[in-house]
């Protein structure tokens, strides 16, 4: 059994939208949406676990009741940080088994190619745990906090982390529980793993697997998409619904201040 983790519970507030960046549309259709096709589509996934914010765990629910054809799915209440919400979700599925893969990935990567979700299901399966990554491009130097330069690591041993992150389940399990006893919080959940002494395995992904994060990121994941001709993936009628549904949206999403 393969369970899909989408943390979906933050704010964006790097977006600037006033919004929880998910529900923004990308050529009509919300990012949380489509990064859900993405593994609702992957013939090797069999499950989806949400975790949105408690305010607005009924709205997704609400939008996803009226997707026809998406794989098994539930959504749960999140945490304050994506560690949080991440381990909310390991703990929904309490019936999976062991050796059963957990797969997190971020409800702001919609650009994941099926090959990556496959490569990394292969691969923690076989492994243990994997995680998409793609090499650095920049340079990147090691910092002092007053700003000087205290190392330049060698690039070619540097990748940079994407999701999907997947892992064995009594792995994950186990990482989460010790992160939580010591009061650990990293910055993705395969350093959580690190700190068992596991070894976390790369599967080459491709740069388009962007996160969306800043304004530039919506140009930026418009020309990916026009590229990726996904739109013969997607049901026509979905797109369509689409139209309607998303005044809907715009009415309905809760706006924060900052
Ligand atoms: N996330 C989450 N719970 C949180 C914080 C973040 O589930 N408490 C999710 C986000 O919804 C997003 C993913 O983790 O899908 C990656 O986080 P990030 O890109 O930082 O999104 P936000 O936290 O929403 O954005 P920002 O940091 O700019 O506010
Ligand atoms: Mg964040």
């Given at each position: 059994m393969v369970t899909a983790i989408f943390p979906a519970a933050g704010k964006g507030r790097r977006m600037q939208a006033g919004m929880n960046k998910a529900f923004m549309e990308l050529a009509g259709i919300p990012i949380l949406v489509r990064t859900l096709l993405k593994f609702s589509d992957c013939q090797a996934v069999d499950r989806l676990v949400i975790a949105a914010a408690e305010p607005e765990v009924q709205f997704v629910r609400d939008i996803l009741k009226?997707?026809?054809?998406?794989?098994p799915w539930q959504v749960v209440a999140g945490g304050s940080e994506r560690q949080y919400s991440v381990w909310k979700g390991i703990q929904a599925i309490e019936d999976a088994a062991e050796d059963d893969i957990i797969l997190v990935h971020d409800a702001a990567r919609p650009l994941v190619s099926d090959r990556v979700i496959r490569e990394t299901i292969r691969t923690a399966a076989a492994k243990g745990a994997a995680i998409a990554a793609v090499p650095a491009k920049n340079t990147i130097k090691l910092c002092?906090?007053?700003?000087?330069?205290v190392e330049t690591p060698d690039r070619s041993l540097l990748w940079e982390v994407q999701t999907p992150q997947g892992f064995r389940r009594d792995i994950l399990v186990r990482a989460n529980e010790q992160a939580a006893a010591d009061g650990f919080l990293g910055t993705d959940d395969a350093s959580l793993v690190e700190r068992l002494g596991e070894t976390v395995h790369i599967v080459a992904s491709?740069?388009?697997?962007?996160?969306?994060?800043?304004?530039e990121d919506i140009l930026i994941a418009t020309s990916f998409l026009a590229e990726e001709q996904e739109k013969s993936l997607l049901k026509s009628n979905l797109e369509n619904m689409f139209k309607t549904f998303t005044e809907e949206i715009r009415e309905k999403f809760i706006r924060y201040e900052d």
């Open positions: 009226r997707l026809p054809g998406l794989k002092s906090t007053a700003g000087e330069v491709d740069y388009r697997n962007i996160k969306i994060t800043t304004p």
